[in-house]
């Protein structure tokens, strides 16, 4: 069975920039859809960024122009590339797998902004 590992959070401060990765521990179809979750506290879990066969991105507005996802299929390794960072970014970001069956998170990776 296919796991998930965050990794790369942290804090930094307002402007500054992480490179979060989520490594499978198996092989990802690459049909499967990437993508970046996150959720702060008391808030709803919200999409952060997808990418998909053919590397197809979509990204929520908040973080348009900021964030990159991307993704390395010999690696099973898919990668967020934050910018720019500001306070409201703050939250744990998880990864996921979803295929059409199958729907896999990671344990998440907590991500502060604050000076």
């Known amino acids: 069975q296919v796991q998930l590992v965050e990794s790369g959070g942290g804090l930094v401060q307002p402007g500054g920039s992480l490179r979060l990765s989520c490594a499978a521990s198996?092989?990802?179809?690459?049909?499967?859809?990437m993508g970046w979750y996150r959720q702060a506290p008391g808030m709803q879990r919200e999409l952060v960024a997808t990418?998909?066969?053919?590397?197809?991105?979509n990204y929520a507005d908040s973080v348009k122009g900021r964030f990159t996802i991307s993704r390395d299929n010999a690696k099973n390794t898919v990668y967020l590339q934050m910018n720019s960072l500001k306070p409201e970014d703050t939250a744990v970001y998880y990864c996921?797998?979803?295929?059409?069956?199958?729907?896999?998170w990671g344990q998440g990776t907590q991500v502060t902004v604050s000076s």
């Open positions: 996921n797998a979803r295929g059409v069956v199958s729907n896999k």
């Open positions: 198996g092989s990802i179809p690459s049909t499967y859809v």
């Open positions: 990418i998909r066969s053919g590397g197809i991105t």
